[in-house]
């Protein structure tokens, strides 16, 4: 493994080829490597919740689920690993990267919230392909959508029922109750957050 040098001169380039080499997974933001963190018991259910569901509600639609192991190369000249997300390019098995992902999943921590909420919101709406971008919150059962419009991701809704449905690609939903499935995190989830 090499050594990770922050005044090195980084292009994407650079970064992706280093980055084969390490034995951890880094995203490359603001022309830096920046090591990726482990995650708490509840973020790691909700994400599970989610790449579950959708591994088999996926089956046979023409799309494939990933996450948090497949990285998204943004139109920012960015990396990031999402909690999930949605892959419509066929499959590779030569590929690093999601080539043409049209729903992003991130689970919004107290560490990520401003670069969730701003900077990748910003990376992703810079890649054409990315239709939805989905934030989860754990504090509360609260589900932010973001839906393309034009060259932005802008806020379509925000669901707090846990029947509500959220609808992804060709008719596949998920319901709040099915992402909160038994998250044990705050358990008073219809108080309201403004992130």
């Known amino acids: ?26 995203e490359f933001v ?22 579950s569901l959708l591994m088999f509600k996926l089956k046979g639609s023409g799309f494939r689920l990933h996450g948090p192991d497949l990285k998204i190369l943004t139109g920012l000249g960015t990396c990031r690993y999402p909690d999930a997300l949605i892959n419509s ?6 590929c690093y990267e999601a080539r043409k992902p049209v729903v992003v999943f991130e689970i919004l921590t107290d560490s990520a ?16 392909s990315i239709q939805k971008y989905i934030l989860v919150l754990l504090e509360v059962m609260k589900v932010r959508v973001y839906r393309r419009e034009g060259a932005a991701l802008v806020l379509d809704r925000a669901y707090t029922n846990p029947e509500d449905r959220i609808e992804l690609v060709s008719g596949i939903s998920l319901s709040l109750s099915e992402i909160y499935d038994d998250f044990q995190g705050n358990q008073n989830c219809s108080q309201s957050v403004h992130p």
């Open 1 to 26: 493994m090499s050594m990770l040098s922050h005044d090195q001169d980084w292009t994407l380039e650079t970064f992706l080829a280093w980055e084969r080499d390490q034995d951890r997974k880094h």
């Open 30 to 51: 603001r022309g830096q490597p920046r090591a990726v963190s482990g995650v708490t018991e509840d973020h790691d259910v909700i994400a599970g919740n989610i790449r």
């Open 89 to 94: 390019a066929p499959f590779d098995r030569e």
């Open 113 to 128: 919230r401003t670069s969730d909420l701003n900077d990748k919101r910003d990376e992703y709406a810079s890649t054409s």
